[in-house]
C-alpha cells in the first residue's frame, strides 16, 4: 500500500468541511433572499387590497 496517499487525506478532508460550509453559507444565503422577497411581495399585495378597501368605503 502507498502511504504517501495517506499523507494527503487531512488536506482532503479539510477542503471537504470547507467544501461543505459554503454549500451551506449559499443555501442559507438563497433561502434569506426568497423569504425577503416574499415578504416584500406580500407586504405589496397588502397594500393593493387596502388602496382597494378604502376606493370601495369612498
Known amino acids: 500500500m502507498n502511504w504517501?496517499?495517506?499523507?494527503?487525506?487531512?488536506?482532503?478532508?479539510?477542503?471537504?468541511?470547507?467544501k461543505t460550509l459554503i454549500l451551506c453559507l449559499t443555501f442559507a444565503g438563497v433561502k434569506m433572499y426568497q423569504?425577503?422577497?416574499?415578504?416584500a411581495k406580500q407586504q405589496k399585495l397588502e397594500a393593493e387590497r387596502k388602496k382597494q378597501s378604502e376606493?370601495?368605503?369612498?
Open 35 to 39: 423569504r425577503k422577497r416574499l415578504e
Open 4 to 18: 504517501k496517499v495517506l499523507e494527503h487525506v487531512p488536506l482532503l478532508l479539510y477542503i471537504l468541511a470547507a
Open 55 to 58: 376606493k370601495k368605503d369612498n
